[in-house]
């Protein structure tokens, strides 16, 4: 049974409020972050649509040794607990090891189980324990109707609060794609999915030492998967894409952000308009 749980003062649930998970891939500093978190407190006060702040303090599973991956758990943690003290906002981040979860749950409001990883029994179950929202991506190598092994996972914690997320499945080397009837089949195990916008434009592994993108695909896959019935939007955002230091190649510039979620959110009350009481 599907129930409708708090990631800070946003009612989530298959029920529930319309709301977008966004921030850098990574924490690059704490001046960027705090950037990236006051446009979404903005945009929160603008639309009216509620707003989680999403950074990972590290980024376990890049493409190469080479690669940026985060200040660390302590220094990022640290950053992350400014953020949600000075913006208010709740805050979201990737879990990679079970070892990292218990430190993890208290600070941030939710967590992230990487795609890669949904199927590692101690890391959902380190996650559950902690009592926070989980945020399980759907491996890009399975079906949705396999989540439901992965929500079992974290509930055999006790935990319910459990939202799924959709961002591509292969296609051959380096090509996502995006089935939009995953949305309503990963519902029908009782979870609200939120859709993957930016890194379901992502192509992995593309630029040989690196994953390429086509973010102009943004906008249709986002407007496509709210129309499908997704419950929320992620999404990875910037203030220049183009010195990102990770997912630059598929991230969303601030400056794109606003139209994109007032659009979605106008499709997805025209999808729930049954949820209003006809006149009479």
Do not use: W
């Not at 319910?160 to 051959?172: P, Y």
């Not at 496509?224 to 990770?246: R, T, W």
């Amino acid at each position: 049974m599907s129930q409708t749980f708090k990631i800070g003062t946003i009612d989530v649930g298959l029920g529930g409020d319309f709301f977008v998970i966004a921030g850098p891939c990574v924490i690059e500093s704490e001046a960027v972050c705090l950037e990236v978190a006051e446009f979404l407190v903005k945009l929160q006060k603008a639309t009216g649509i509620g707003c989680v702040f999403k950074g990972s303090f590290d980024k376990a599973n890049r493409t190469s040794i080479d690669s940026f991956r985060g200040p660390g758990l302590e220094k990022g943690l640290a950053i992350l607990d400014g953020i949600r003290t000075k913006t208010g906002l709740p805050i979201l981040t990737d879990v990679h090891e079970p070892n990292q979860a218990a430190a993890v749950g208290q600070v941030v409001d939710a967590m992230q189980i990487p795609a890669f990883l949904c199927r590692q029994t101690d890391l959902l179950v380190a996650c559950g324990n902690t009592g926070k929202p989980v945020n399980i991506k759907k491996g890009q190598f399975i079906s949705p109707e396999e989540m439901k092994n992965c929500i079992n996972k974290v509930r055999s914690t006790g935990n319910e609060k459990i939202l799924l997320c959709e961002r591509g499945t292969f296609f051959g080397y380096n090509r996502l794609v995006n089935d939009m009837t995953c949305i309503p089949a990963m519902q029908k195990l009782g979870c609200p999915v939120v859709f993957d916008v930016t890194h379901s434009t992502q192509r992995p592994g593309g630029l040989g030492n690196a994953s390429g993108g086509a973010p102009e695909l943004a906008g249709v896959l986002a407007k496509s998967a709210v129309a499908a019935g997704a419950n929320a939007l992620f999404m990875e955002i910037h203030p220049d894409p183009s010195k990102a230091l990770c997912d630059a190649a598929c991230m969303l510039p601030l400056s794109q952000v606003q139209k994109l979620v007032e659009t979605c959110k106008k499709i997805h009350d025209i999808v729930n308009i049954d949820n209003v009481s006809p006149r009479t």
